[in-house]
């Protein structure tokens, strides 16, 4: 309990405009590390990366919850930061898979825009469980 309390005091520390810009400066550096990934002819074996699904499952989740703190900090309702994190990752999600369209070597596939969107989802839902029932001191607005 003590624990949760430090953390609580820690969220409490920092102020709104600086917890806006450490989350969208990670946020931004996060989604241009995709975008180059993405722009890469093979990847998996120029960044020695592996292929699947499970990477882009753990890649978009982690966007899922960037972008959900992103949005908690700024000025929108609580209610709605939710949908327009859901909006955001799977805008960003299509516009990725276009985007290696016109990269040679690649090619657009809808069963992983299909993954990227239910992996999104699911970060923005355990960023949300975590926000209400594991820290629900932390409203992103102190």
């Given amino acids: 309990m003590k624990y949760r309390v430090y953390i609580c005091t820690l969220n409490w520390g920092i102020p709104l405009k600086s917890k806006l810009n450490i ?3 990670l946020l931004s550096c996060y989604c241009i590390a995709v975008i180059i990934i993405s ?3 093979n ?3 120029q960044l020695n990366l592996s292929r699947g699904p499970v990477p882009h499952f753990i890649e978009y989740s982690l966007m899922g919850i960037l972008v959900l703190l992103f949005f908690r900090t700024v000025e929108i309702k609580k209610n709605r930061a939710v949908l327009v994190a859901l909006i955001f990752c799977w805008g960003f999600a299509l ?3 276009l985007h290696q369209f016109f990269v040679p070597g690649r090619e657009m596939s809808l069963e992983d825009v299909r993954i990227d969107c239910i992996a999104s989802s699911i970060g923005i839902i355990a960023a949300e469980f975590g926000r209400r029932y594991l820290f ?3 409203d992103g607005s102190s």
């Fill in 95 to 97: 516009s990725d898979e």
């Fill in 136 to 138: 629900p001191c932390y």
């Fill in 39 to 41: 722009s890469f002819s």
């Fill in 23 to 25: 989350v969208g400066f």
């Fill in 43 to 45: 990847p998996e074996k």
